[in-house]
């Protein structure tokens, strides 16, 4: 007799807002808060699975329309899930970019994406099993993450209670003063990182993430400072963490010929060096003369991508993310391509929440090939929506959850409180650009900038 199906009897769907600190990046700063979406799918088995992904207006209005397109179905049948997905996009499925910086990822996969975590979860709890046996099984009980380093402000600068001690910014050197006119739908204190706009800045964070976390690789996002400021940062880490692989990503600020002399100037000190320049054919031409790996998140965001890259040999390590890569499942058949044509794998991360970081541990658990430390925002983050006591980083690596699902539990009081937040925010749309123009009216984001 075949066993009974799940079926999917709705789907609740809740934006929130959470305290970010002003991160620096090519393309802006982080707002003050960062959006998620926190999915409940609800079932005719009284099971209830969870999933989380981004919250713009129009991510937003795609989930709400991929829930109704998908209730009904079993939880059992993603790939009946997927196509229901892909059917009711159809004619509205233009990639929306992440801050304008991944932007040609397959908008049906974004979608699907929390809704098939959420699947998993279910399926888990059905079974009495943890999503990363439903993928074929872990290969390691602790998953290792990098320290993930960003050029930062001490505080955000809107604050009223706050003044900048430096008279004139609009170098990226220092917010501007209090200005009446950068109106804060929520000041924030000055976050306990401090400042960190050069070398001993960026030294004194990672020493704080590594004796807090045991971190075994570090991460510079880039693309703030000139590239020159930018190696002698890493040049410095390097000296303060001789042991420690390191990566600097700029997120594509520079030409392929600066890209080049950052590469050979770096030699034998980054582990990889993550998007220096636009484009499979920019990134070919620099990795055609790097002496380290090229790594993406920016040129190979979907699996049509894939072939371009490997023909012209642009990248030697692709940044996983499965909520752009359309779920666990997909983002294993990622893994699976990666390894045939001789690609490393790494794992992106962007401003996420407590169901994020257990499905990137199911899912890196679950990925042989997965060998180099996933990226994460955690340290940065103080608010969550999941109970604590579950996800912590040790020596470096979260445990896997060995309970049913995810391993998570949702904290109602904590998602009614970060979805107030969200309301009274104003912010709808992550727009890293559009907050650092209010404080520097001149800034714009261009690719490549040096
Ligand atoms: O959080 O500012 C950020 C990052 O720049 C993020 O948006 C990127 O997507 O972390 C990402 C990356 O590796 O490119
Ligand atoms: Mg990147």
Redesign the pocket.
Known sequence: MAPASIRITGARITPVAFVDPPLLNTVGVHQPYALRAIIELVTDAGLVGLGETYADTRHLARLHAAAEAITGLDVFALNAIRAAIADRLRGDDAAVGTAG?ITSASAVDQVFSPFEVACLDVQGHAGGRPVADLLGGAVRDAVPFSAYLFYKWAFHPHSPSLRSPHPHPPSLRSPPPHSPSLHSPHPQEPDPWGEALDPAGLVAQARRMVDEYGFTAIKLKGGVFPPEEEMAAIEELHSAFPHIPLRL?P?AAWTPQTSVKVASGLAGILEYL??PTPGIAGMAEVAAQAPMPL????CVVAFDQLAPAVAAGAVKVV?SDHHYWGGLQRSRLLAGICDTFGLGLSM?SNSHLGISLAAMVHLAAATPNLTYAC?THWPWKTEDVVKPGVLSIRNGSVAVPATPGLGVELDRDALAALHEQYLRCGIRDRDDTGYMRRIDPAFEAISPRW
């Open positions: 910086m990503d997120n993550e998007d790594a993406t998140n920016m940044l992106h990226d």
